[in-house]
């Protein structure tokens, strides 16, 4: 996400903390490179220069000329004008009405489907009970992935096969949505591979039947600069209420996302950052900036954990390594919790400094690495999993067989799984150790620290 520009960002924030002192000359050498470093990742033209123009007259104010860390300073200034660019703050959704509706709306391929159902899902977790409405009447294939996409996260879809009148199959829907308490109704319509007038006015008609709460825009992230005049078409029309950007995880340069909120004046309220249902993420301009510089977002990390990780069974695996009773069907169950927060590269991408440690590093061997360990542990029986030191040679060749691997990584990842287990024994004795210390009155109870 953004590698491209956060990289070039990122080389010019060296240069710049090497600076002893803050000029005209020096200060417009680094805002070209900025600005080369946005036209190159297809922000707007006007974004661009608008931006530029604003950093330079912070940057030559007397606060910072005289700073004793200009260099710094002048970091600052870019990364908090980076945040009023992407919007200051998540602005996220403002439900009215019963039921409240959400017009969905976007160009053919944009993910507007996509991004329905997992808008639905998100729903869902926070506890309102949507229905998915299938208002796209030109694409068949459309009702049908709806209808596959409510099925797979429980939630009901107003389908009408068949139909062409986008107005009565809203009319039935609201009628359904009242009659099943459905509170959210999300309308899923149809897209052009460019803007089109009939479209626009079909659209215009169904927003003044449904009067939605939300009117969300769904742009494909890797369209750049041409998201811009999209979304002003559709604004002038529809008058948005925001923006979901899709597929920012395969966009590398990141013109989209800053350039909409600067030209029209909407918020961006979601990203999707995947091809999974719970790969929809609130926007939040200040998290974006810090990975757009390099900074991480450990917010975001920590949010995932919390979300999809269970914490009894976090706690259950914490009592068991602190008591040294940790076997290898705690280790499979580590490693599935762990593919939880999802890819490999994407948890290292949300730490400080995880953007340039992607650089040096291929992950996709130790995404391999962790398939085949967990293939082993699936190749063992329970029982073996359970007691270890029952594998002699004979069942680890059956395992390795069974998991397509060698005899020999087999033995390497039981011999791992000894270390780690010794380690977390000691680890157990040496807090025992020092509780009993403690409670006795011991060293630690007679140490001076904080005295």
Do not use: W
């Not at 007259?57 to 710094?72: I, N, Y």
């Amino acid at each position: 996400m953004f590698d491209s520009l956060s990289g070039k960002l990122q080389n010019v924030f060296r240069n710049l903390r090497g600076l002893g002192k803050i000029s005209e000359g020096n200060v417009s050498e680094s805002l070209r490179d900025v600005r080369m470093a946005l036209l190159e990742a297809d922000v707007h033209f006007k974004v661009a220069k608008d931006f530029i123009e604003s950093i330079k007259a912070k940057a030559l104010g007397e606060e910072v000329v005289q700073s004793v860390h200009p260099g710094q300073q002048m970091i600052k200034i870019i990364s908090d004008e980076l945040v009023t660019l992407l919007g200051s703050q998540n602005q996220g959704l403002h439900l009215t009405g019963n039921p409240a509706c959400i017009l969905m709306c976007g160009l053919h391929g944009s993910g507007k489907t996509t991004s329905s159902g997992k808008l639905a899902k998100l729903l869902l977790k926070q506890g309102k009970l949507p229905l998915l409405v299938a208002a796209d009447v030109y694409r068949p294939a459309a009702m049908d992935q709806l209808a596959t996409l409510g099925a797979q996260i429980g939630v009901p879809v107003f389908v009408m096969k068949g139909e062409t009148d986008v107005i009565k199959i809203a009319r039935e829907a609201l009628e359904y949505a009242a009659g099943h308490q459905c509170n959210t109704v999300i309308f899923d319509t149809a897209g052009r591979l460019q803007i089109d007038e009939n479209l626009v006015q079909e659209l215009v008609r169904l927003r003044d039947l449904i009067k939605p709460a939300e009117t969300l825009l769904v742009l494909d992230a890797a369209t750049g600069q041409e998201a811009v005049s999209v979304a002003t078409h559709f604004d002038k029309a529809l008058n948005i209420t925001g923006a979901i950007l899709s597929k920012l995880d395969g966009d590398a340069r990141g013109g989209a996302a800053l350039s909409f909120r600067h030209v029209v004046g909407k918020p961006i309220k979601f990203m999707g950052v995947g091809e999974k249902l719970d790969d929809l993420e609130l926007f939040h301009p200040e998290r974006m900036a810090q990975r757009i510089l390099g900074m991480g977002d450990v917010v975001t990390l920590v949010e995932k954990a919390i979300d999809r990780i269970d914490a009894s069974k976090a706690m259950d695996l914490e009592e068991k390594m602190r008591k040294g009773q940790f076997t290898l069907d705690d280790f499979l169950m580590q490693l599935r919790e762990m593919k939880k927060l999802g890819p490999l590269q994407d948890i290292v991408g949300l730490l400080p400094g995880g953007s340039e440690m992607l650089k040096n590093t291929d992950l996709s061997k130790s995404e391999k690495d962790f398939k085949r360990m967990e293939g082993i542990l699936c190749g063992m029986t329970c029982q073996e999993r359970g007691s270890p030191q029952i594998l002699n040679a004979r069942r680890r060749q059956r395992i390795a067989k069974g998991s397509g691997v060698t005899v020999t990584e087999v033995n390497n990842l039981l011999k791992r799984f000894d270390e780690m287990r010794d380690m977390m024994r000691k680890m157990g004795k040496f807090q025992k150790m020092m509780t009993k210390m403690g409670g006795a009155g011991g060293l630690m109870g007679k140490m001076p620290f904080g005295r």
